[in-house]
Each structure stands twice: as structure tokens, then as C-alpha cells.
């Protein structure tokens, strides 16, 4: 047994895990490719909805970022909401990387 493919994707501000994602913007694109945006986030809340826990209350930002996760795989241009600062702390993490890291984090937390 395989296991499920995983896609990570930004709702909010937070990443979360999404199974089957591209199976799904595959099927939905080769079905309705001609529907509004609404539409195809129904379908892909839908869809996903089946192997995902998708809370009722944030269905409708899950389904815009399942359409815009559609228009990237069609090539489409897709609107990047700011997604603020990214820092990457690049090494073996050993420990003067680890340090590294909880000075950014408690310089970052006084600001």
C-alpha cells in the first residue's frame, strides 16, 4: 500500500495538508474547466471534503485556496496574498544553527 499523496497549501496564515489535491484539481479540470470560480471551489471542497477534515465554519477559505491551487496547476495567474516575512535558517542544525533560529524567533517576538 502507497502512501496518499500530500499537499501542503497556505489557508490563512497557516499551512495545512491536503490529500489527493492533485487527483482532485485533475478530475475537476478535466470536468468542468468552464465553471466560475464558486463552482469549482464547491467541487474541490467537495471533493477533498471525503478524505480531508474540512471544519464547516472555514469551507469558504478552504475552497479559495483549493481554486487557487487550481489555477496554478492550469497555468493560470494566480494573485500571491502577501505572505509576510520568510526567514530560513540554512545549515546541518547543529547547535549554533539551533541558537541561530531562537535569536531570530526572540528578536522577531520584542519587535
Known sequence: MTA???????????LFGIIGLADAIADVAAEHADKPEDELARLL???????????????????QAFVREYKKAQGQAVDEADEGLVIKVL??????????????????ADL
Open 45 to 63: 471542497v467537495d471533493r477533498l471534503g471525503h478524505r480531508n477534515y474540512i471544519p464547516a465554519n472555514v469551507k469558504q477559505a478552504y475552497g
Open 91 to 108: 545549515g546541518a542544525g547543529c547547535n549554533v544553527c539551533d541558537s541561530l533560529e531562537n535569536t531570530i524567533m526572540e528578536t522577531l
Open 4 to 14: 496518499p499523496e500530500v499537499t501542503q497549501i497556505k489557508i490563512g496564515k497557516h
